[in-house]
């Protein structure tokens, strides 16, 4: 659930001798305006009011959910986190409030505690390799990367089929072939430019050309420019357009040429912003050579090189964010039910940036409360826009009896993977 118009998608009626797995939109708006309207009277859908969504929680109680789990965590050695990311999760799901009613997870932490083993095991396979040579290094690397579509695939079948809202649980329809088809694009721009990379810097002399130097670094932002939005898109395209809840599947409407258009006004606000940046260089140059000859020069241009790098990409960060939330969840679409999404660049940039200064004043203890205050303005954005009866719809989906997912989700294993 989460750096503007929404696309409507009519219902289609079903049509006889329909497949019963068919992924088609039930037609509940037609049926509840004919219901209202007389026979010769014209159906039209009657937007509801908009049904926000609200977090409950705060961060006093989630700081305490969050201290137990780090100090058990600890403890055992990292067995427990397993544990409390079950913990934690169920916290902040049956603290979202939408509708008048609540979320739910029910994950298994055995099977959580499974991915992570699993994650270590490829963590040390790579350091390990690393170790051995150039080569093992690049061929563990295209193989973790090669089997990253797999894992994506069983993360978000394990998250939604552990999900539920009203006691009815969300499902995955993504299959594993589905998951390389769309999003083997991505391992295979990260190992070219590793490759073109490598490449380039192992043909440098003791003495590189100025020239080579810069079609290398135009080579590569260029294949992430073009590369990186494509591979959002798919990814995203993949999540929603094969999530489902009860009987009614979702409809993802954004194009790729959505993404790409964020992705380039990002660049654009690098490039401007890094006009007031340069201006601030040069009426602090003075200051800041004569910081850098002191005897802790060394500390202060590594502190002061790591804030502005951390700087830039919090703004880039803020703008990314809230454009991608915006763009997927307005063009998301569940029967009958779609979204609005109105996070602001502006207000997440602020959070952020807050967050972050308290919890450096704090030495980290105002993490939970940073995260507590930032779920509720995500949520705060976030709205459905009914054009039926939500009660006939929720209604509808409690036939499917899909409830039982939820207890299929434990014969498999979880992967932490950030989406």
């Given at each position: 659930?989460?750096?503007?118009?929404?696309?409507?998608?009519?219902?289609?009626?079903?049509?006889?001798?329909?497949?019963?797995?068919?992924?088609?939109?039930?037609?509940?708006?037609?049926?509840?305006?004919?219901?209202?309207?007389?026979?010769?009277?014209?159906?039209?859908?009657?937007?509801?009011?908009?049904?926000?969504?609200?977090?409950?929680?705060?961060?006093?109680?989630?700081?305490?959910?969050?201290?137990?789990?780090?100090?058990?965590?600890?403890?055992?050695?990292?067995?427990?986190?397993?544990?409390?990311?079950?913990?934690?999760?169920?916290?902040?799901?049956?603290?979202?409030?939408?509708?008048?009613?609540?979320?739910?997870?029910?994950?298994?932490?055995?099977?959580?505690?499974?991915?992570?083993?699993?994650?270590?095991?490829?963590?040390?396979?790579?350091?390990?390799?690393?170790?051995?040579?150039?080569?093992?290094?690049?061929?563990?690397?295209?193989?973790?990367?090669?089997?990253?579509?797999?894992?994506?695939?069983?993360?978000?079948?394990?998250?939604?089929?552990?999900?539920?809202?009203?006691?009815?649980?969300?499902?995955?329809?993504?299959?594993?072939?589905?998951?390389?088809?769309?999003?083997?694009?991505?391992?295979?721009?990260?190992?070219?430019?590793?490759?073109?990379?490598?490449?380039?810097?192992?043909?440098?002399?003791?003495?590189?050309?100025?020239?080579?130097?810069?079609?290398?670094?135009?080579?590569?932002?260029?294949?992430?420019?073009?590369?990186?939005?494509?591979?959002?898109?798919?990814?995203?395209?993949?999540?929603?357009?094969?999530?489902?809840?009860?009987?009614?599947?979702?409809?993802?409407?954004?194009?790729?040429?959505?993404?790409?258009?964020?992705?380039?006004?990002?660049?654009?606000?690098?490039?401007?912003?890094?006009?007031?940046?340069?201006?601030?260089?040069?009426?602090?140059?003075?200051?800041?050579?004569?910081?850098?000859?002191?005897?802790?020069?060394?500390?202060?241009?590594?502190?002061?090189?790591?804030?502005?790098?951390?700087?830039?990409?919090?703004?880039?960060?803020?703008?990314?964010?809230s454009r991608i939330q915006n763009l997927v969840w307005n063009n998301t679409e569940l029967a009958d039910v779609s979204f609005e999404s109105t996070v602001s660049a502006r207000n997440l940039l602020w959070i952020h940036a807050s967050n972050l200064a308290l919890i450096m004043l704090t030495a980290g203890l105002y993490k939970p409360f940073a995260t507590v205050r930032l779920v509720k303005y995500r949520l705060a954005s976030l709205?459905?826009?009914?054009?039926?009866?939500?009660?006939?719809?929720?209604?509808?989906?409690?036939?499917?009896?899909?409830?039982?997912?939820?207890?299929?989700?434990?014969?498999?294993?979880?992967?932490?993977?950030?989406?």
């Amino acid at each position: 659930m989460t750096d503007t118009s929404t696309l409507r998608l009519e219902p289609v009626p079903a049509q006889p001798n329909t497949p019963a797995n068919a992924k088609a939109a039930p037609s509940l708006t037609v049926a509840h305006e004919q219901n209202r309207s007389g026979p010769h009277e014209a159906a039209e859908p009657v937007p509801l009011n908009p049904q926000r969504f609200e977090f409950t929680g705060s961060g006093g109680e989630y700081f305490r959910i969050w201290v137990v789990n780090l100090l058990l965590t600890i403890l055992t050695l990292g067995v427990y986190s397993a544990w409390a990311k079950v913990r934690r999760l169920q916290y902040f799901y049956r603290n979202t409030r939408v509708a008048g009613d609540i979320f739910d997870y029910h994950g298994n932490p055995t099977a959580i505690l499974k991915g992570r083993i699993l994650a270590l095991v490829l963590l040390v396979a790579y350091k390990l390799a690393s170790e051995i040579s150039m080569i093992a290094l690049v061929i563990v690397g295209i193989v973790l990367m090669g089997i990253m579509p797999w894992l994506l695939a069983r993360a978000f079948r394990f998250k939604l089929a552990n999900s539920s809202y009203r006691g009815l649980h969300f499902r995955f329809h993504g299959t594993v072939a589905q998951a390389y088809r769309m999003l083997i694009l991505f391992p295979i721009i990260l190992t070219f430019i590793g490759v073109f990379a490598w490449s380039v810097f192992t043909s440098f002399d003791s003495h590189p050309r100025i020239g080579l130097i810069l079609l290398a670094v135009l080579l590569l932002v260029a294949v992430l420019m073009a590369g990186v939005p494509l591979a959002h898109y798919l990814l995203k395209r993949f999540q929603h357009d094969n999530a489902y809840y009860g009987q009614s599947p979702f409809f993802f409407h954004a194009t790729a040429g959505s993404f790409f258009k964020i992705y380039v006004q990002a660049l654009l606000l690098a490039l401007v912003g890094g006009i007031p940046a340069s201006i601030f260089g040069f009426l602090t140059g003075d200051l800041f050579n004569y910081l850098a000859k002191t005897p802790f020069g060394w500390l202060f241009i590594f502190l002061y090189s790591v804030a502005s790098a951390y700087a830039s990409s919090m703004v880039l960060r803020a703008f990314v964010e809230s454009r991608i939330q915006n763009l997927v969840w307005n063009n998301t679409e569940l029967a009958d039910v779609s979204f609005e999404s109105t996070v602001s660049a502006r207000n997440l940039l602020w959070i952020h940036a807050s967050n972050l200064a308290l919890i450096m004043l704090t030495a980290g203890l105002y993490k939970p409360f940073a995260t507590v205050r930032l779920v509720k303005y995500r949520l705060a954005s976030l709205a459905i826009l009914p054009h039926a009866g939500l009660d006939e719809f929720f209604a509808d989906q409690a036939a499917d009896g899909a409830g039982a997912l939820g207890q299929e989700a434990g014969e498999f294993f979880d992967i932490d993977i950030a989406l």
